[in-house]
């Protein structure tokens, strides 16, 4: 039997965002993921930044072409549109130096 959903319960139905929330956290405290000293505990949220966020500082640390590859990782994240994945590529230090550097490479080799 297909499912439209990713994750379903064990009785086939659709998980609930906070049912899903909830055993994240639980998961989180089963195998000793503390929080940060005046943190907030780990969000599912924050793996999803982590991983779009890490997947596009190794396309840049690559070389490869990361405007081509960007609809990949939009659809991945279920955006409708690139656009909506764009904001990842400043939301953090690292990725914006590698792009600035990218960047540079780019003008320095142009006629």
Do not use: K
């Amino acid at each position: 039997m297909g499912h439209d959903n990713l994750f379903v319960s064990s009785a086939g139905r659709p998980l609930r965002s906070a049912d899903f929330s909830r055993t994240f956290r639980e998961l989180c405290q089963e195998v000793s993921i503390g929080t940060a000293p005046g943190g907030s505990s780990a969000r599912l949220g924050d793996l999803r930044h982590s991983f779009a966020v890490s997947t596009l500082v190794d396309w840049h640390r690559s070389g490869a072409d990361v405007a081509c590859l960007l609809p990949v990782l939009s659809a991945y994240l279920g955006h409708l549109r690139p656009a909506n994945t764009y904001w990842y590529l400043q939301a953090v230090p690292e990725l914006m130096a590698l792009a600035a550097g990218r960047l540079g490479e780019t003008w320095e080799g142009a006629p």
